[in-house]
């Protein structure tokens, strides 16, 4: 059975240093630092990838996370995958659990992860199964 948790996190994205432009597309590397509350409380360490453009709203990203807390009670972690394209500020984004990268009481999980961003605020809502749940 699927199963849904929602709340909120900040973020912190620190970029690392030697970004690379040229022909004005800046690929450039970013640290992930993430706090989150609500069904899932917790923390979330990554590496992003990004393509800039000169293109104003236009640019892409890949990630890996992991995120380590509670979800609706059950302690462990697991690795997010991020896949995200802007197309002159169209928006594509994919966010998967990455298969068999579930820890502890979270052994097991697959899943998706939907991102909404609203007056400023980071909503998140999981889509997940667990084994035997």
């Known amino acids: 059975m699927t199963q849904t948790a929602t709340g909120t996190f900040t973020v912190e994205m620190t970029p690392q240093p030697d970004a690379d432009v040229v022909d004005g597309v800046t690929l450039g590397r970013m640290a992930l630092s993430k706090q989150f509350s609500g069904d899932f409380s ?4 990554g590496q992003m990838l990004t393509a800039m453009t000169a293109e104003d709203g236009s640019a892409g990203y890949v990630a890996i996370e992991r995120l380590t807390g509670s ?51 980071h909503h998140y809502t999981l889509h997940y199964r667990l084994p035997g749940h």
């Open 42 to 45: 917790g923390t979330g360490k």
């Open 71 to 121: 979800l609706h009670g059950h302690r462990g972690g697991f690795v997010l995958q991020h896949r995200g394209t802007m197309d002159r500020g169209a928006r594509s984004l994919s966010i998967r659990i990455v298969p068999d990268s579930g820890t502890g009481e979270l052994a097991g999980i697959t899943g998706s992860f939907e991102l909404d961003i609203r007056e400023g605020v």
